[in-house]
Structures are given as structure tokens and as C-alpha cells.
């Protein structure tokens, strides 16, 4: 059985998140599902929400994840998890849900470390000296020559 996997962000990153994963496995919309909260609703209110977004049934694995951890929907998210067959993962961006959709037929505990370790991979430095494939021009090369 598939993890589902339930987006809980500010708005409107969570919408965002899951229209760019759609992109990339339209097959799997209905395995994620999103929260964005909004900046005027109470917690309680995100939260039964959240309830109803999920059915209030135990339809399985549950992945939760969420923006910011401390952040209401962190909060919301945590309060959700409790007394379920459910994990959750702060910090969220897309190399992270992309991974999680990928392999959400996994053991949740083995997508809890996908998810982990493709959000990490996903953040990086990237130190760009030239525009790919092109050599850098010097300054003692003719002031004639141009490039089409």
C-alpha cells in the first residue's frame, strides 16, 4: 500500500509544492494532499481542517510535511500525527516531495529517511564562473570578434 503524503505550509507554498510535483507524476494526485494555511485562520481551525481533509479515517502511512518547524503548520501537523500511523518532516522543498512521491510505496520509516535525505541533497552551492560550455573570454583577445 502507498504512504499518502499530506502538504501542510503557509500559503501558498503547499498548493505550489504539490502543483510542481503533479507536473513531474501526474499519476499521483491522489496520494498528496495539501494545507495551505492561511494567515487570518486559527490553529483549531487549521487543524479540524486538516481532519477533514483526510476523512478522519486510518487509511494507512501517513507523511506529513510541513514548512517551517515551531510555525503553525509545524504545530497543526504535530498535533495531527499524534495517535496515528503517521510521520513528520519539517523543512519541506520540492527535491524533498519529489522524492517522497517517488518512493511513497516504501516503509514509512524508509520514506521518512528519502524524504530527509533528498531535501538535504536538494540544498547546495553552486559556484558559477562561466555560462556553461562557453570559455571565459580574456582581455587580450581582439576586440573584433564577435560571437553569433
Known sequence: MSTRIFLI??????SALRDCAMHVFPDCAQ??????????????????????????????????????F?????????RLVEGRQA???TGVNLPMLL????YRGEALDALVQRAV????????QVAVTAPQN???????????????
Open 70 to 78: 515551531g510555525a503553525t503548520p509545524s504545530n497543526i501537523a504535530q
Open 99 to 102: 522524492r517522497c512521491v517517488c
Open 9 to 14: 505550509a503557509h500559503t501558498p507554498l503547499a
Open 31 to 68: 496520494h498528496v494532499l495539501v494545507l495551505d494555511v492561511q494567515p487570518d485562520a486559527t490553529p483549531e481551525d487549521s487543524l479540524d481542517q486538516a481532519r477533514q481533509l483526510l476523512g478522519g479515517q486510518e487509511q494507512g502511512a501517513l507523511l506529513v510535511l510541513t514548512d517551517v
Open 134 to 148: 562557453q570559455n571565459r573570454r580574456t582581455n587580450d583577445q581582439d576586440q573584433h570578434d564577435h560571437q553569433q
Open 87 to 89: 510521520r513528520l518532516v
Open 117 to 124: 535525505v533528498g531535501g538535504t541533497q536538494g540544498v547546495m
